[in-house]
């Protein structure tokens, strides 16, 4: 079985910075791919930001330039730094994780239990 724990939502106002940190413990071989989704108010949840294991990012265009994403393959972590926050990027964040077990066959996808970021104008 896999845990992801995440933590560092919280409410700020516009303009403002936060971040985002998930950790994936529990059996498996390795971590494979790795991103953040959100889920606004009224809105499908969406891909804001995903990372290879060997680091190649890609972003969702409302957040270019404002969001980075990073993770350490040596402590499962994946973490998302928001910079210059909007409140349109009000929602529910979940961790993403994909991970190879150790029969290196077969892979399993694992959600965060999602962390509130609200922004005020």
């Known amino acids: 079985q896999v845990q992801l724990v995440e933590s560092g939502g919280g409410s700020v106002q516009a303009g403002g910075s936060l971040r985002l940190s998930c950790a994936a413990s529990?059996?498996?071989?390795?971590?494979?791919?790795m991103a953040w989704y959100r889920q606004c108010p009224g809105k499908q949840r969406e891909s804001v930001a995903s990372?290879?294991?060997?680091?190649?990012?890609v972003y969702m265009d409302a957040v270019k330039g404002r969001f980075t994403v990073s993770r350490d393959n040596t402590r499962d972590t994946v973490d998302l730094q928001m910079n210059n926050l909007k409140p349109e990027d009000t929602g529910v964040y979940y961790c993403?994780?994909?991970?190879?077990?150790?029969?290196?066959?077969?892979?399993?996808?694992?959600w965060g239990q999602g962390t509130q970021v609200t922004v005020s104008s």
């Open positions: 990372i290879t294991r060997r680091g190649t990012a």
């Open positions: 993403y994780v994909n991970v190879l077990h150790y029969d290196s066959a077969s892979t399993t996808d694992y």
């Open positions: 529990g059996s498996f071989f390795r971590t494979n791919a």
